[in-house]
């Protein structure tokens, strides 16, 4: 901090000292060409590196692989570029943690080795067999195509697992008969039947039909294609990346995967390449037939599929936390700016924040929610209670860093009278909808919501909106969420979408709405409704590269007051997230 507020102050003396001069340049080209030129210092500063999502020091990561506890520590493996920022040579990135908050990152776990790999090494996940953790993981093969692999521990005694060795008998799982070579890939964490069979299942595409394949095998080892696939689909692409776990339908409580008894249903989640977005489904498992059926309002049409996350998330992976009974979740957050800044700062992408996730009530969507050790990180909180926003209002919160915060705020709703009507053709598109309106519109209820990485100063104006607006159509009202990125950043060869979700909650019956935001300097993550809707959106503002600190602010932009019930931010501590050389969690096993 000491560093920046120094930079900021020679910025200053420069840009007076240049004011002095005749016929000088504004302000922004003054001050960022000048950022540029302290090259070293941007890079120590780093204003995109966030301060608790799970990003390794350096290079490039996607999918989040095989994560477990075992032995009194979470492992998370990843996608990674062992040689670079940018996507290649993928190998398995590998960290440890006791909380999941902080993390030791260890040595690449599984890298392009061998015939059935060498041309990467690429998602899967870790089933416990007789207690004992295996690696199911596809790899790209001498001859380009998919094949499946298993990997075991190496050494007995080492609870990092630092080391594994790939079988003997790899590839276990060939891209045979109908299954497309190019598109056959991610076994799911594998779950054991009541016939004494393990079951495991992969993504694949056969003559242009999405289907996720099972897979049985008494030994894990030899491996027999099910006549029919856990599920398909005819209208929607690939389906990669899948993920198969059971939901209690009377408790928030996580289950192992191999459970199926009870009262409990089944998600299975997928990632579609066509759309680059992961969806779920909720339904029931049937073992004898080995297959998945959705509940009966599913219609093979995805844009009717509710979404993990409606902003900017894909290939999500959860596991079953067992020494804290919750099911937890992880998803791959990418850069949404040019290349040639990534490749700069040395980096790219990041994970959401973990989360715990459930069925709701309903049974019928999820449910997501920061783990509750987040809490570790909370320092300084502000807070507002029945706080009234008027029509046009836009109120400051101020007091705390808000580039690093946790906030949450229950809105409520006087009256539902004002609700502009809805008009149908919005339903398959929110995002749509959410890049036609802007959150300066005045409209009947809401716009009304946060503004966040704000920056006031004149000519260098930047806000990221999120936000809510509320329709009536003939028999309900119907709650719109938006991210607009719009104006959040004035870099150069930024992505600035708006992405907007119906929000799954009934409006009409208690009035109130909720909204929870983690920012976290380049990545804001939203919970809307309890984390009945996410959306994780990447900002870039520019402001932050000369120092500048950003704004937070609640708004109310539309005719009728909104009401903030409840308003509490912190200001989040750094978390020590994968720190070049810091071996705080070996030193304490070894
Ligand atoms: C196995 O791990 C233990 C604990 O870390 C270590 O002391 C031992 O040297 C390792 N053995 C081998 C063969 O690497
Ligand atoms: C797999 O099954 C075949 C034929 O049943 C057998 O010959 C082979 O040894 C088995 N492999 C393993 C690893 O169990
Ligand atoms: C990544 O970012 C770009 C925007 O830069 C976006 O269009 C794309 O869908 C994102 N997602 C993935 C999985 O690549
Ligand atoms: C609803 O939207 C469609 C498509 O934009 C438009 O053609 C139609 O006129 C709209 N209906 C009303 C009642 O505004």
Redesign the pocket.
């Known amino acids: 901090m000491a560093r920046v507020i120094i930079l900021h102050a020679i910025l200053i003396q420069i840009i007076i000292l240049l004011s002095k001069i005749e016929a000088r340049p504004s302000l922004l080209t003054l001050t960022y060409p000048q950022i540029e030129e302290l090259g070293s210092e941007l890079k120590e500063i780093d204003p995109d590196r966030t301060a608790f999502h799970f990003q390794p020091s350096k290079n490039w990561l996607n999918d989040p692989n095989g994560p477990m506890y075992y032995k009194g520590l979470f492992h998370l493996f990843y996608q990674y570029n062992p040689d670079g920022p940018l996507w290649g040579n993928m190998a398995w990135g590998h960290s440890v943690s006791t909380d999941l908050v902080n993390w030791e990152a260890l040595d690449v776990a599984l890298d392009r080795t061998d015939p059935f790999d060498i041309n990467g090494v690429f998602s899967g996940s870790v089933t416990f067999v007789a207690g004992e953790p295996v690696i199911l993981y596809t790899g790209i093969d001498d001859q380009q195509r998919n094949v499946q692999n298993i990997a075991f521990r190496k050494n007995g005694s080492d609870p990092l697992l630092r080391e594994w060795s790939k079988s003997g008998y790899n590839p276990i799982m060939l891209p045979v008969g109908d299954i497309d070579p190019d598109n056959f890939r991610d076994p799911t964490t594998g779950w054991f039947g009541q016939d004494g069979h393990w079951r495991t299942a992969i993504g694949a595409n056969l003559e242009g039909r999405a289907e996720i394949l099972l897979y049985k095998s008494q030994n894990f080892k030899n491996w027999t294609r099910n006549e029919f696939p856990l599920h398909k689909s005819q209208s929607s692409g690939m389906w990669e990346c899948p993920d198969f776990f059971p939901v209690s339908l009377s408790s928030k409580d996580g289950l192992d995967p191999s459970v199926n008894t009870g009262n409990i249903k089944h998600v299975l989640k997928v990632s579609l390449m066509k759309t680059l977005q992961d969806y779920y489904l909720v339904g029931k498992y049937d073992e004898k037939k080995d297959v998945f059926v959705p509940d009966e309002w599913y219609k093979d049409d995805y844009r009717t599929w509710p979404m993990i996350d409606y902003g900017h998330v894909y290939a999500s992976k959860s596991f079953f936390d067992s020494k804290n009974n919750r099911r937890i979740f992880w998803s791959w957050v990418n850069e949404s700016d040019s290349e040639a800044d990534d490749v700069k700062r040395g980096w790219s992408g990041m994970q959401t924040f973990p989360r715990a996730i459930w069925l709701d009530t309903d049974g019928k969507q999820l449910i997501q929610w920061p783990i509750e050790d987040i809490k570790l990180l909370r320092k300084q909180q502000i807070q507002l209670r029945d706080f009234g926003l008027q029509s046009g209002v836009k109120h400051e919160i101020s007091g705390i860093l808000t580039s690093q915060a946790d906030v949450e705020v229950e809105f409520e709703l006087p009256s539902l009278e004002g609700a502009e009507?809805f008009?149908?053709?919005?339903l398959l598109d929110p995002s749509k909808l959410c890049d036609e309106i802007t959150p300066s519109d005045e409209g009947g209820i809401g716009p009304f919501g946060l503004f966040v990485l704000t920056s006031d100063v004149e000519g260098q104006e930047e806000y990221t909106a999120i936000y809510f607006r509320i329709y009536k159509s003939s028999d309900r009202y119907m709650t719109l969420m938006c991210s607009d990125l719009k104006s959040s950043s004035r870099r150069e060869g930024v992505y600035k979408p708006a992405h907007g979700a119906f929000v799954g909650v009934d409006i009409s019956k208690d009035k109130r709405i909720s909204l929870r935001t983690l920012i976290d300097h380049s990545v804001v993550e939203s919970f809307v409704g309890g984390g009945r809707t996410c959306m994780t959106m990447r900002v870039y503002p520019k402001h932050v590269l000369t120092g500048q600190t950003s704004g937070l602010y609640v708004f109310n932009h539309g005719s009728q007051e909104v009401k903030i019930r409840e308003l509490n931010a912190w200001e989040m501590a750094k978390a020590r997230v994968n720190i070049e050389n810091d071996d705080f969690i070996s030193r304490a096993y070894i």
């Open positions: 009507s008009n149908n053709s919005f």
